[in-house]
């Protein structure tokens, strides 16, 4: 039953690697290797001389990390050099993985894959590594100390590997692979990798962006209105937290000749290079796109909500355009993260609930927190029926992030009032001034 589909085969190798012993890999393979010998030049873009996408798509999954939702889908990235010496940088989901084989084969054309690089280990990435290394047993495998680390830890993998540092090189023939060290950008052993031939930078997870990318690779095939917003929020939502690792990363590739950057993630980036370069290192330095206000409040009654409107109202007629309201028990945080990495101006309101914070809006400032989100014009407002606990757990929060707080922040015992009202209108003044000096 199982030696019909060597899709199946992939999914028990993941699960059961003693199982997937016994269904005779190499027979499955061959299936694949004598059904296409000629390579698809329809399926495989060249995207620069010997250099092939062989990424995928990935529709079908609802939450990225299972917790970041992906209307748009996702692509995993990989692409392979085909030279004296054939490189593959990176593999796939594990999931995604017959599609991905598929390809790899149909570029190699019968030959055999020399190198793996292995930018960067996390599995919607290094999932499909044990897998490539049941296609292709001789293939050595290129990382750094930490990257073996990893390798042996989800795969018990601990032979053929080749080890790099800071500077070192790899020649394919005519293609010069040189490495740079990217700590934490997301993890720990991640590296990029720089084709100095062909000027190609493959960027590891930056650069990267939410959304698939549909029929088009290069950026100049595509209409990028797509990624605008989902570039963002995937920075504030997977990247968001490392902004000095980032830093350090550019600073180092500043010198480096780039033409051409080969995500993990998203569009493969040529003409517009130096934008979204230019966006990571805005983020990274915590640095608003746009001047602007989020407003994320919490509201069990309408009662918050109804000073959150009074707010933005104040706001608007002060003369700021951009003003985005999110209930956070809507909008997936995701989507505040990414509104609040655009804009300089935040306000967060509470209602007291269990004589905390409401607890959507106790999770949003616990996501600010862990992202040492820096630069914030902020401010806050609340309202309770009996005791205000929500005020001093904002005057607490804004000491810890060490943010300055505009205006005079209020909270209201149970429905608003006149005086409330006015103060709300306050807040919106002071916010809208603080925001535009
Ligand atoms: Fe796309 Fe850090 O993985």
Redesign the pocket.
């Known amino acids: 039953m199982v030696a019909q589909s060597p899709f199946i085969a992939i999914f028990i190798t993941k699960q059961n690697f003693v199982l997937a012993k016994q269904i005779k890999f190499q027979y499955f393979c061959q299936l694949f290797r004598t059904k296409k010998k000629k390579r698809n030049i329809m399926l495989i873009k060249e995207l620069k001389k010997d250099l092939y996408y062989v990424g995928v798509n990935d529709r079908k999954t609802h939450l990225f990390e299972n917790m970041w939702p992906i209307p748009q889908g996702v692509s995993y990235n990989s692409y392979v050099i085909v030279d004296e010496k054939t490189a593959l940088f990176d593999t796939v989901e594990i999931a995604s993985s017959g599609m991905f084989i598929k390809k790899v084969l149909n570029v190699l054309d019968g030959r055999k894959l020399d190198y793996l690089i292995v930018n960067?280990m996390?599995p919607?990435?290094g999932g499909s590594i044990e897998i490539i290394r049941r296609y292709f047993p001789d293939v050595t495998i290129v990382g750094n100390k930490k990257t073996f680390g990893m390798l042996e830890g989800y795969f018990g993998i601990t032979d053929n590997l080749y080890e790099v540092k800071e500077g070192d090189t790899l020649s394919l023939g005519e293609h010069m692979l040189n490495f740079f060290m990217a700590p934490m950008v997301?993890?720990p052993e991640v590296m990029v990798t720089y084709d100095s031939t062909n000027k190609v930078l493959f960027s590891?997870?930056a650069f990267?962006t939410f959304g698939t990318i549909d029929g088009g690779i290069l950026d100049t095939e595509l209409d990028l209105i797509k990624y605008e917003g989902e570039m963002r929020r995937y920075y504030a939502s997977?990247v968001g937290k490392y902004g000095n690792p980032v830093q350090k990363a550019l600073q180092k590739l500043s010198p480096v000749d780039i033409s051409m950057i080969c995500s993990?993630?998203g569009p493969v980036w040529t003409k517009d290079i130096e934008r979204v370069v230019g966006l990571y290192d805005k983020w990274s330095r915590y640095e608003h796109e746009e001047e602007g206000v989020v407003i994320a409040y919490g509201s069990m009654y309408g009662n918050t909500e109804e000073m959150a409107e009074r707010v933005a109202r104040a706001l608007s007629i002060y003369g700021v355009k951009k003003i985005v309201l999110h209930d956070v028990s809507k909008s997936d945080a995701s989507y505040i993260l990414s509104d609040i990495f655009r804009y300089n101006g935040l306000i967060v309101a509470s209602p007291t609930y269990c004589n905390e914070l409401y607890p959507g809006v106790k999770s949003l400032l616990d996501k600010l927190q862990t992202r040492a989100v820096k630069n914030k014009v902020f401010s806050f407002f609340g309202s309770f029926s009996w005791a205000d606990a929500s005020s001093k757990n904002f005057v607490k929060f804004a000491e810890d992030m060490k943010w300055e707080v505009v205006g005079e922040p209020f909270a209201e015992k149970m429905t608003l009032g006149d005086e409330k009202t006015q103060m709300a209108e306050e807040l919106g003044k002071a916010m809208a001034e603080a925001v535009k000096k």
């Open positions: 960067h996390e919607d990435h997301h993890w590891a997870d990267g997977i993990l993630h």
